[in-house]
């Protein structure tokens, strides 16, 4: 049974360019959530969706915008990368919304700007 | 919105020796606390969580307390071994739907042999 999977692992980026990551959840589960993961700190919230619905919204400027498809699975975007998008970013999927059922990360996809 | 502080930031213990970290939190609609254990290059994993009808869990050499009055949620490990070395966070978050888990800054433990 597969995990929650998350493409591409690496991605290098030239400031300014946009890029889109792409999370797959766990079969069967209906809400996935984005988190970028600064190193030495911990995750921090970006969006969450759960039946394909945006369920709330971190502290991140417009520049980020995310959606989930029907199959549940997600794409994050982000345009205008800055030098100080570079982190992790992570993806949690889980059955329910958020606190009603356990989040299961995926193996991120570590993003440099360059 | 919700804020979690996580103490310590670092902790080394001797192998066999027990490690505790505290975390607090400020929303007191937050009813579920989940700890992960993210090893270097890895993604967080779930290790343990409480929700707010109960104040301890155990499972294994693992176990968390819950004193909702105090807004304090702490992380126990017995018997530590090399292999719990890694950097431990902690989270809150409500069952509204509308809340996402929110993180410590996590705690670098490390199990010296």
């Known amino acids: 049974d597969a995990g929650v999977t998350q493409s591409p692992t690496h991605l290098i980026k030239t400031r300014g360019q946009h890029v889109t990551l792409r999370c797959s959840p766990i079969?069967?589960?209906?809400?996935v959530s984005w988190y970028q993961q600064v190193l030495g700190q911990g995750p921090q919230f970006i969006f969450q969706?759960?039946?394909?619905?945006?369920?709330g919204r971190g502290n991140f400027p417009d520049r980020f915008s995310a959606r989930q498809f029907p199959n549940y699975s997600s794409e994050l975007n982000v345009n205008a990368l800055l030098l100080g998008d570079s982190a992790l970013y992570l993806c949690a999927s889980s059955f329910g919304v958020m606190g009603n059922t356990e989040a299961f990360f995926g193996q991120g996809t570590r993003l440099t700007v360059v | 919105g919700e804020n979690v502080e996580q103490h310590p930031s670092t902790l080394s213990v001797q192998e066999g020796d027990s490690a505790v970290i505290k975390c607090t939190y400020s929303d007191s609609a937050s009813n579920y606390f989940p700890w992960y254990k993210q090893e270097l290059g890895k993604r967080p994993q779930l290790i343990i969580d409480i929700r707010s009808n109960v104040g301890e869990k155990k499972d294994q050499r693992i176990a968390v307390t819950l004193n909702k009055t105090a807004k304090h949620f702490s992380l126990h490990i017995t018997e530590t071994q090399p292999e719990d070395s890694a950097v431990y966070f902690c989270?809150?978050?409500?069952?509204?739907?509308?809340?996402?888990?929110?993180f410590g800054k996590g705690t670098r433990l490390s199990v010296i042999a």
């Open positions: 079969s069967g589960h209906k809400s």
């Open positions: 969706y759960y039946e394909k619905e945006e369920r």
């Open positions: 989270a809150a978050t409500s069952n509204s739907g509308n809340t996402p888990l929110v």
